[in-house]
């Protein structure tokens, strides 16, 4: 079963970059599409973009062009870079797997990181 | 954008009762359509996709229906364990939105 963690800050100042990795274990990066989901106290869950272990990538309009992914097949992890981070930033972020049907659900998640930005 | 509209926002219950929660996208999303189950401080948890397809493992009292614009998650009989928050998103267009959850509480 494919298990996926996530690693990074747990505070970032503001207008900084934060930086989060998720590692992969149990199956391959190879073939799958990854995404990124976060989530603000108040419960509401945001859909970041996601990466195709191609590289090709689909950002969510709302980052306003702050986001990039990538991903590093022979450590089998994925990153994503969030620029000029807000309080508005602030969540849990979780990294996922995109299943294999063609519907684009989320059929691994990771336990979610906490991140902070605060001076 | 599409929106994702969930009601109820919350809902108390019992055990044993059936419980329907609905989700509307502000547009036809055909069946691209999924649900999660959330725990608190827990990471979501796929339950259904494609609408109406039980993910494997999930227990057949869950079930989905709906296509188009209008879809429903029915428990048919509510568990301790299905306290929780439930999420739909919407897959058909990118972002992937999410409807805004709603909280199962036992009475």
């Known amino acids: 079963q494919v298990r996926l963690q996530e690693s990074g800050p747990g505070l970032v100042k503001p207008s900084e970059t934060l930086s989060l990795t998720c590692t992969v274990s149990g199956g391959s990066i190879s073939g799958y599409y990854w995404t990124w989901i976060r989530q603000a106290a108040g419960g509401g869950l945001e859909w970041i973009g996601r990466?195709?272990?191609?590289?090709?990538?689909n950002y969510n309009p709302s980052l306003r062009s702050r986001g990039t992914m990538s991903l590093d097949t022979s450590k089998n992890r994925f990153s994503l870079k969030l620029t000029s981070m807000t309080v508005a930033d602030t969540a849990v972020y979780y990294c996922a797997r995109v299943g294999e049907s063609s519907t684009w659900e989320l059929d691994s998640w990771g336990q979610g990181a906490l991140v902070t930005v605060s001076s | 954008d599409i929106q994702m509209t969930q009601s109820p926002s919350s809902l108390s219950a019992s055990v044993a009762d059936r419980v329907t929660i609905t989700c509307r996208a502000s547009?036809?999303?055909?069946?691209?359509l999924n649900w999660y189950q959330q725990k608190p401080g827990k990471a979501p948890e796929l339950l259904i996709y494609?609408?109406?397809v039980l993910r494997r493992g999930v227990p057949s009292r869950f079930s989905g229906s709906g296509s188009g614009t209008d879809f429903t998650l029915t428990i048919t009989s509510l568990q301790p364990e299905d306290s929780a928050t439930y999420f739909c998103q919407q897959t058909l267009n990118s972002p992937h939105t999410f409807g805004q959850g709603t909280k199962v509480e036992f009475k």
């Open positions: 494609a609408a109406s």
């Open positions: 547009q036809t999303i055909s069946f691209y």
């Open positions: 990466i195709y272990s191609s590289g090709s990538t």
